[in-house]
């Protein structure tokens, strides 16, 4: 049967973003899903990091639209150096950045920094780890930021490469392309 999610017109939400709060995936406050996830061998927390509790809904998104989930996890940003573009970074934009990441315990993982060859994405679409998406909006052609992405919004509780279950990451990140949406 239908399981009547939120809004699924528009999956990423408001924000542009998945794995957060407001993505149209939830269900609705009258969903036949809403409690068919069973009341054992379920994740702790769903694709937004909100904790899952017994009987859990069936889906990535545990309660309802309606329910006011926890807040969902979010990235620390550390303004490093403010860039001197004139527009800003939004979801659907196509990002160039130069970025190195480090576990908490200083192990690098990857840097594209040495080959000056930057890594391009579009931002918001699902194509990078949610928080790095997260972390660069807003920022500006130049500017430097130092990115604290909880393991919610990272690779979650499985490994990648050299990062174990569960890492918090962090990213030294250099916008140093920007073109916007639609441009």
Do not use: C, W
């Not at 809403?34 to 694709?47: E, M, Y």
């Not at 899952?52 to 940003?77: C, D, E, F, K």
């Not at 200083?106 to 790095?132: E, K, L, R």
């Not at 130092?146 to 919004?153: D, E, N, Q």
């Amino acid at each position: 049967s239908d399981p009547l999610f939120f809004n699924p017109g528009v999956i990423a939400g408001s924000d542009g973003l998945f794995r957060t709060a407001d993505d149209g995936l939830f269900l609705s406050d009258t969903s036949p899903a809403l409690t068919l996830g069973g009341s054992s061998n379920f994740p702790a927390t769903d694709v937004t990091g909100s904790a899952r509790q017994a009987p859990t809904s069936a889906g990535a998104y545990h309660g309802s639209a309606g329910a006011a989930p926890l807040p969902p996890p979010s990235v620390t940003i550390e303004e490093v150096e403010a860039g001197t573009g004139t527009d800003e970074v939004a979801s659907g934009d196509e990002v160039g950045v130069l970025y190195t990441g480090t576990l908490t315990n200083g192990t690098q993982f990857d840097s594209n920094v040495a080959s000056g060859v930057p890594f391009t994405f579009t931002v918001g679409s699902g194509s990078v780890i949610s928080g790095m998406s997260q972390g660069v909006m807003g920022m500006k052609l130049g500017g430097k930021r130092r990115l604290t992405v909880p393991p919610s919004l990272g690779y979650g509780d499985s490994a990648f490469g050299q990062v174990p279950p569960n890492s918090t990451l962090i990213f030294e990140v250099e916008l140093v392309s920007l073109t916007k949406a639609g441009g």
